[in-house]
T-cell receptor, first 112, second 115 residues
Framework: DQQVKQNSPSLSVQEGRISILNCDYT??????FLWYKKYPAEGPTFLIS?????DKNEDGRFTVFLNKSAKHLSLHIVPSQPGDSAVYFC???????????FGKGTRLHILP | EAQVTQNPRYLITVTGKKLTVTCSQN?????MSWYRQDPGLGLRQIYY???????DKGDVPEGYKVSRKEKRNFPLILESPSPNQTSLYFC??????????????FGPGTRLTVT
């Protein structure tokens, strides 16, 4: 059973527009959520995270929104840039000392 | 430079021949972890360690062993590799903070092929 789901395998967005990547989870005990970005032939790099005590966290062009009642989080990238083309992984954990569950990833294409 | 290193980066081996993939970090991180990435399955955690001599199973631990004798090193051991362990492996580390997040730093990956 997949506990963290990224239902869109890919997404194409025009440069300069907003990219919205979605993630759903099933485990109500998750209390840390993270987004990672991955380029081909490289390891994932951390982007942004959010704790379950918050519903929004911003870092520059990246904002993560958490809707606990819907068990849904989303990553907003504004404005989208060509360098944002990558695979984005959503991840969740029940706590700092627990295993981390990743989604399958969403490939984002930024179109010129 | 702060980094996570993995060796080897590429490895082709045969079924049943024991192998070890090393992982080392120079950031004094407590938490270290191994993942495998497979097409259509994303990243799946194999094992993790919260500190020296403390390890725990992730989602897909079968067929793997780990050890954490020193804080900086976290080797992944395949005692008897099988073709279904052909994958791209990532090691990661992170610092526990007293705040609300922990962010993992990933190594460059090890591509393993078992024939």
């Amino acid at each position: 059973d997949q506990q963290v789901k990224q239902n869109s395998p890919s997404l194409s967005v025009q440069e300069g527009r907003i990219s919205i990547l979605n993630c759903d989870y099933t485990n109500s005990m998750f209390d840390y959520f993270l987004w990672y970005k991955k380029y081909p032939a490289e390891g994932p790099t951390f982007l942004i995270s959010i704790s379950s005590i918050k519903d929004k966290n911003e870092d520059g062009r990246f904002t993560v929104f958490l809707n606990k009642s819907a068990k849904h989080l989303s990553l907003h990238i504004v404005p989208s840039q060509p360098g944002d083309s990558a695979v984005y992984f959503c991840a969740a954990s029940e706590g700092r000392d627990d295993k981390i569950i990743f989604g399958k990833g969403t490939r984002l294409h930024i179109l010129p | 430079e702060a980094q996570v290193t993995q060796n080897p980066r590429y490895l082709i081996t045969v079924t049943g021949k024991k192998l070890t993939v090393t992982c080392s970090q120079n950031m004094n991180h407590e938490y270290m972890s191994w993942y495998r990435q497979d097409p259509g399955l994303g990243l799946r955690q194999i094992y993790y360690s919260m500190n020296v001599e403390v390890t725990d199973k992730g989602d897909v631990p079968e067929g793997y062993k780990v050890s954490r004798k020193e804080k900086r090193n976290f080797p992944l051991i395949l005692e008897s590799p099988s073709p279904n362990q052909t994958s791209l492996y990532f090691c990661a580390s992170s610092l526990f903070t007293s705040g609300t997040t922990y962010e993992q730093y990933f190594g460059p990956g090890t591509r393993l092929t078992v024939t």
